[in-house]
């Protein structure tokens, strides 16, 4: 089987891969806005500022996704280094296979003829530069397979980090809306936590801000 | 416009987002499957058991995006319990607000009306169960509301503290991957990492069973 085979459906799977966790980005991010309008129209103060609040960490939580989507991206395209070196390897794995076969079948055919020197030395040289690719491919493929992974680990910790660091703030916002049970006819105290949900917010922002991998 | 109309949206939006990870989590499971048949086809020692390891990480990693996705859909459950009290409120303040038109209506058109009695009193117990009904939304909204997304929030966590967990050994697997450069006819020393890789899959498997929220 060609050589870059299993390495080309790889890169295209990882490709599937990407879509899914961007199509997710997106999706939570429009979620957010849904929230935030659904909150709006019950007309509870309280209701309507911390579903506009969490649907912002809720959106942000979409652009990290989105950001790990790229980050997927940039892992793929390093492995796409040793799909090209596999595939110009191929061609002199096949050259060498063929100048053999050949000699096989003509010292069975023609045990005596010239050609057969002529072939030995193209074997010699074929063998040489051969030997030359296959060096170059397990280099490439230790290096950038390391690479490769190296990136798609660093993505997945980069989302992960980022992500608890919001859904902690988002817990917090929660925390701000009293949800004990009023009678009917009573009217719930007047909500009053907006500047602590505003400075939730602040915070999360502070720590994505500084946040180093 | 219909109560309940945002949140029937913003669940079904929710839904979309659980398909892409849910998509995501089975993508990355083959992905990983064809990273360790393309290091197998390498014929080099090295790179096939670290393809092959570092596979199972990947694996364990969409298994924990998957688990994500339903939880996800556990926290959309609960936002279907305010969805259903909207639309068991919605009749209720119809028929609070056409008594009053009716009213309204009659004493232009008819103000003598002995219906006009019946009708404000009509009214009176309408608003009485108006008033109950809204309680119960006011009541559940902010319970529900306050649960779905706690329910999400500690969904991402976790997601994002077992996969941190996971790419932190799938670093050590690389690590373990002599990549210096050979020349051309020398060999690598032979591959003997196998069993420090062996014990990194155990520490991962160890850390994922220790996981507590």
């Known amino acids: 089987p060609e050589?870059?085979?299993k390495l080309f459906r790889l890169i295209k799977s990882t490709n599937n891969l990407i879509s899914h966790h961007e199509a997710a980005g997106k999706e939570r991010v429009s979620i957010a806005t849904q929230?935030?309008?659904w909150g709006e129209q019950t007309g509870d103060d309280g209701v309507s500022d911390?579903?506009?609040?969490?649907?912002?960490?809720?959106s942000e939580?979409?652009?990290v996704e989105e950001?790990?989507?790229h980050n997927l991206d940039e892992a793929r395209g390093v492995l796409k280094a040793i799909r090209n070196t596999e595939k110009s390897v191929q061609p002199s794995r096949d050259n060498k296979d063929k100048i053999a076969d050949e000699i096989q079948k003509l010292k069975f055919k023609e045990p005596s003829s010239t050609r057969l020197v002529v072939l030995e030395n193209e074997l010699v040289r074929a063998e040489a530069e051969n030997l030359v690719a296959e060096?170059?491919?397990?280099?490439?493929t230790r290096e950038k397979l390391k690479e490769a992974y190296e990136t798609?680990?660093?993505a997945v910790i980069e989302r992960a980090e980022k992500q608890i660091m919001l859904a902690k703030h988002g817990r917090r916002l929660l925390a701000l809306l009293d949800d004990s049970p009023v009678t009917p006819g009573d009217g719930r105290p007047a909500y009053n936590q907006g500047s602590q949900a505003r400075q939730i917010l602040d915070d999360a922002e502070d720590d994505?801000?500084?946040?180093q991998p």
Not at 50 to 58: A, P, T
Not at 135 to 140: C, E, H, K, T
């Open 152 to 154: 798609e680990f660093a």
């Open 135 to 140: 060096a170059q491919l397990s280099n490439v």
């Open 35 to 37: 929230l935030s309008e």
């Open 61 to 63: 939580i979409g652009e």
């Open 3 to 5: 050589l870059s085979r």
């Open 208 to 211: 994505l801000k500084a946040w």
């Open 67 to 69: 950001a790990y989507a």
């Open 50 to 58: 911390i579903s506009d609040k969490v649907g912002v960490i809720l």
